[in-house]
């Protein structure tokens, strides 16, 4: 959600801007269904990162602590980026697909609603 300054002449540094990320960009990620983890994550990514990559090297560490990780099914998933229908081709680069600076990616597990089945 935007914030708007009370006064019209306020200009402050945008500290989240993209050029603060030292060549990365702030991705959030979130699992749907999953409340064990209440909110997307933030996860600055190389613009450059395979999907592929994402999935191998960085979900693990954001995700695996849920006990129905390692069972998940990365073919059946289904994905959104910023809100739209996704299908992300593993070979290729974030940028590329157009997950861009502050993009959100969901992904929802079809055959995982949360442990027992709770949403949890």
């Keep these: 959600m935007p914030v708007h300054a009370m006064t019209p002449d306020y200009h402050g540094d945008v500290k989240d ?8 960009i702030m991705v959030f990620i979130g699992w749907d269904h999953h409340l064990l983890f209440c909110a997307s ?4 990514l190389p613009p450059d990162m395979t999907f592929g990559q994402l999935i191998e090297q960085v979900m693990p560490d ?12 990365w073919e059946t998933a289904n994905w959104l980026l910023d ?17 861009g600076h502050k ?4 992904f929802a597990t079809p055959e995982l609603m949360g442990y027992a ?4």
């Design 117 to 120: 089945n709770a949403g949890i």
């Design 41 to 44: 994550k933030a996860i600055p």
């Design 17 to 24: 801007a993209r050029e603060n990320y030292h060549g990365n």
């Design 62 to 73: 954001a995700f695996g602590q849920h006990p129905e990780f390692k069972k998940i099914n």
């Design 83 to 99: 809100g739209q229908a996704f299908s992300p081709d593993l070979s290729k680069g974030l940028e590329e697909q157009g997950v």
């Design 103 to 106: 993009s959100l990616i969901r």
